[in-house]
């Protein structure tokens, strides 16, 4: 189990670098973790979207990001109500991936640290569980918010978000 968490969180890391490695942007902070390059290292301090999947579980069986609600709010006719609500859930999604975002940087700047100057079998254990700790919360923080999404549009508003979506 913990090997398959170890490869998992490598591959996911390993994935998401050669993807960013596109070419640079002035807008980027510089990465001070090796692990991360610097659009991944932006994205996460910032809580931009950084895992184009991670919600993947959620859009597949009609669970909305808020975000997409609120961008089609006109289209969708949500009430002033709807709106109000689905901007507190962006907000504070938004607020929970810049907080793991930065718990995310500070665990693999550990890692990088312990590696760096060598380490013991349990710190590599102790630093890679809680990897996988942070980003289940963010995912979990996503999967939230969209299950509070569809909670407050109609099935009506979902199916034609759903459609909005794509097109």
């Known amino acids: ?20 490695r596109q070419q640079p942007d002035s807008t980027l902070k510089k990465s001070p973790v090796k692990t991360l390059t610097d ?8 809580g931009e979207y950084l895992f184009d999947d991670i919600n993947q579980v959620a859009l597949l ?5 808020p975000g997409d609600a609120l961008k089609f709010k006109k289209e969708l006719t ?27 940087v500070t665990n693999e700047t550990t890692l990088d640290k312990l590696l760096k100057k060598g380490t013991d079998n349990g710190s590599i254990i102790f630093y890679a569980n809680r990897s996988g700790l942070y980003y289940g ?10 299950v509070s999404t569809a909670d407050l549009l109609s099935p009506g508003q979902v199916t034609k978000l759903e459609t909005l979506i794509i097109h």
């Open 1 to 20: 189990m913990l090997k398959t968490l170890s490869t998992l969180i490598i591959s996911l890391f390993l994935f998401t670098a050669a993807k960013a």
């Open 78 to 104: 949500l009430i002033p109500n709807q709106v109000i609500k689905l901007a507190a859930i962006a907000t504070e999604l938004h607020r929970k991936r810049v907080e793991m975002g930065n718990f995310i």
């Open 61 to 65: 069986n009609h669970y909305p990001m």
């Open 137 to 146: 919360e963010l995912r979990n923080a996503i999967l939230q918010a969209c």
């Open 39 to 46: 659009k991944q290292y932006t994205l996460l301090i910032t």
